[in-house]
């Protein structure tokens, strides 16, 4: 991680590098995050935050896999941070089972990565042995972004028909 910057940030300041599930583990600290930085955040500056952490994390994790010599490393993580703060931030307020089965549902949708989240992750793959490039970095967080929406919807239907209704 101390070799370059951008490795602190993709790796999730060390969440990414857990030996077991970097990306729950990633999950679990974008969840911790979000709930330390919204007692001071605003809707709005949670945007500005979300906006930003998109564009340095497209450059973090280009440099990254760059660096490793991976399309997709599985130790880099922001792009499971950011996405858990999207999902966050558009299902708050929420009680602790609404965040707990949207962590559940999203982690479902970035490992199973079935149909949608599935054609996400194959957009900008890199072929084997090629150069990571920008887009392939872009590729890293998209997939994840898919996941996100795919998670929002989830959670928008089972609102919708009633489910967990005094949970909400």
């Avoid at 077991?20 to 600290?29: D, F, R």
């Amino acid at each position: 991680m101390a070799r370059h910057p951008a490795h602190w940030i993709a790796l999730g300041f060390g969440s990414g590098l857990s030996p077991k599930a970097p990306g729950t583990v990633g999950s679990l600290w974008g969840w911790a995050s979000f709930l330390v930085f919204n007692a001071w955040l605003t809707p709005w500056q949670w945007a500005a935050v979300i906006g930003l952490s998109l564009i340095v994390g497209w450059w973090a994790a280009t440099v990254t896999a760059r660096h490793l010599g991976i399309s997709d490393p599985g130790a880099v993580v922001w792009d499971e941070i950011v996405a858990v703060w999207i999902i966050l931030w558009l299902l708050m307020p929420a009680g602790f089972w609404w965040q707990l089965a949207a962590f559940g549902v999203f982690r479902y949708f970035d490992a199973a990565k079935p149909g949608p989240v599935r054609w996400a992750d194959g957009l900008f793959k890199t072929p084997p042995g090629g150069r990571v490039s920008a887009a392939q970095g872009f590729g890293i967080l998209f997939d994840d972004l898919v996941a996100a929406g795919c998670t929002l919807l989830v959670l928008a239907l089972a609102r919708a028909v009633g489910v967990g209704t005094g949970l909400w």
